[in-house]
């Protein structure tokens, strides 16, 4: 079965870089697409940006400036940064899995991001 | 870039009532996803690619639509199916803003 699982702080201040990493089993990175989706107090979600099987990325346009995904696919893992952050940061960060054609059918189970001085 | 907005924004909703949530886009997309999001948990795949039931989800549920309206229908609800619901175009990267689903 596919997993997957977000690790990363808790607490980040503002102005500081967030990283955050999706660990992967069950399946390989180096096929699909892998996406960051983040859920704001207040229920609103947002897609962030994916890596492709290629390594080739997207990013929402909205935070093009601070965002970037990269992966080690000898540790069938991938990785958020996230730049400058603000408290309008703040949000539940999902690591998933998924594309056009399918959805986003496997995400893992969430890792909760503060931001606050 | 791509609106959805979803109606209503609550619904309440009896059990073994037929309901329909809706999504509208604001320029015409190919097709969509919708998602089931219960407290405290990440968001379920419920239909992918408009109208196709993914693994696992109960045939209580139902997608179809097409160019700017999309709709997901839940014949008789349940009580486990208070939840939020999203709609989502990968293509253009958004989402809706959700439905809160109660059930009386």
């Known amino acids: 079965e596919v997993q997957l699982q977000e690790s990363g702080p808790s607490l980040v201040k503002p102005s500081q870089t967030l990283s955050l990493t999706c660990s992967v089993t069950g399946d390989s990175i180096t096929s699909g697409y892998w996406n960051w989706i983040r859920k704001f107090p207040g229920n609103k979600l947002e897609y962030m940006g994916y890596?492709?099987?290629?390594?080739?990325?997207y990013y929402n346009p909205s935070l093009k400036s601070r965002i970037s995904i990269t992966r080690d696919t000898s540790k069938n893992q991938y990785y958020l940064q996230l730049n400058s952050v603000t408290t309008e940061d703040t949000a539940t960060y999902y690591c998933a899995r998924g594309s056009g054609t399918w959805g986003l059918d496997y995400w893992g189970q969430g890792t909760t991001l503060t931001v606050s001085s | 870039q791509i609106v959805l907005t979803q109606s209503p924004a609550i619904m309440s909703a009896s059990l073994g009532e037929e309901i329909t949530l809706t999504c509208s886009a604001s320029s015409s997309v190919s097709y969509m996803h919708w998602y089931q999001q219960k407290s405290g948990t990440s968001p379920k795949l419920l239909i992918y690619s408009t109208s196709n039931l993914a693994s696992g989800v109960p045939s209580r549920f139902s997608g179809s639509g097409s160019g700017t309206f999309y709709s997901l229908t839940i014949s008789s609800v349940e009580a486990e199916d208070a939840a939020d619901y999203y709609c989502?175009?990968?293509?253009?990267?958004?989402f809706g803003g959700g439905t809160k689903l109660e059930i009386k």
């Open positions: 890596i492709s099987y290629s390594g080739s990325t």
């Open positions: 989502h175009q990968w293509s253009s990267w958004t």
